[in-house]
């Protein structure tokens, strides 16, 4: 890029993506590398998400612990959810060492009084509440073609997923436009767009989550809530480890889901956290799921 000095209006958006302030900046100095474009593009992200409050359901580990950790970086106020106290208070104790501010409230997302409880501890402890990521999800019980189905497994799969994303976003809405508006980001996956043998429930949850994405983005987004989905593809989390077995040397399970992306390799935590982010941030996308799936679903 020529080097040349850039003048430039910017809008500077609150949570919403209403226009909060609309300056005039110069900027004196060349935009001649990759550094420079990064820095900015971390402080707008850090203007975003300043002392802004957010939940994220299944915090306790994985894709969820991961995007806690990189929003408390863009300095939110994180409340880290999910059933497991020791896991939980782990991934607040390790936000706070690096100087982050969150806090764990033990949560079971498929139980009214405890997601009702989970907003309220975070509109108490922080004073409102502006962004949420629903992503507490189980696999349920995979291998088992429709035929074998059980209730039970129905049960477990669709109360976690479906019941559970629906929930949360029941509690978390009204306080998110009590606090001025804001961005739900609820968590599908590539599954929630195609099929997949011996994951019928898994498959059907997560185009609910879908559906549920869209119907909330269509009723809240003159009220200022963007409501949008991540589809991941298969992501190295404790998820895919109960999926295809934890050993990564002869283990044609684990190669075969690596083989089903084009990029030809499983995802990372970090990578889905940068999509969430961007979608949690961006003021005019609503209703929409971005895939992170190293072109899975491209094919
Ligand atoms: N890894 C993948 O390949 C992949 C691909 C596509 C989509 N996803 C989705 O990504 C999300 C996160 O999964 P992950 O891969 O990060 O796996 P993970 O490490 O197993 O995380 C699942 C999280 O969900 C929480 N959770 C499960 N049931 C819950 C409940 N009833 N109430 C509250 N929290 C609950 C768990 O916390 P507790 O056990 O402490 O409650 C845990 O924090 C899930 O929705 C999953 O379906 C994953």
């Known amino acids: 890029m020529p080097e040349k000095h850039r003048c430039a209006r910017i809008k500077v958006l609150g949570t919403s993506g209403r226009v909060r302030d609309d300056r005039l900046v110069t900027n004196k100095r060349p935009l001649t590398n990759q550094t420079t474009n990064n820095n900015r593009i971390t402080d707008l992200m850090k203007n975003t998400f300043q002392n802004k409050v957010v939940i994220i359901t299944g915090a306790t580990s994985g894709i969820g612990a991961t995007v806690a950790h990189e929003l408390a970086t863009l300095r939110a106020k994180v409340v880290v959810a999910g059933r497991r106290q020791q896991e939980g208070e782990a991934v607040v104790a390790s936000i706070v060492a690096a100087g982050g501010t969150a806090a764990f409230v033990k949560t079971d997302t498929t139980n009214e009084a405890e997601v009702k409880a989970m907003v309220d501890f975070a509109v108490k402890t922080y004073g409102g509440l502006h962004f949420a990521f629903n992503n507490a999800g189980v696999e349920g019980t995979p291998g088992l073609t429709v035929d074998q189905q059980t209730v039970e497994n129905y049960r477990q799969t669709m109360d976690i997923n479906v019941l559970g994303v629906l929930l949360s976003m029941k509690h978390e809405l009204p306080a998110i436009l009590a606090s001025g508006g804001g961005a739900i980001v609820n968590t599908s996956s590539v599954v929630g767009q195609i099929g997949m043998a011996g994951m019928a429930l898994y498959v059907a949850s997560k185009h609910a989550v879908e559906g ?57 935590s970090e990578e889905v956290s940068q999509a969430v982010i961007a979608l949690l941030g961006n003021s005019f996308i609503t209703g929409a799921t971005l895939t992170v799936d190293g072109g899975w679903t491209a094919q």
């Open 212 to 268: 549920l994405t869209k119907t909330a983005a269509l009723e809240f987004a003159k009220q200022g809530v963007r409501v949008n989905a991540v589809a991941p593809g298969a992501i190295q989390t404790p998820m895919v480890n109960r999926f295809v077995g934890e050993s990564t040397e002869n283990n044609p399970q684990r190669d075969w889901l690596a083989s089903q992306h084009p990029v030809g390799r499983v995802g990372t």
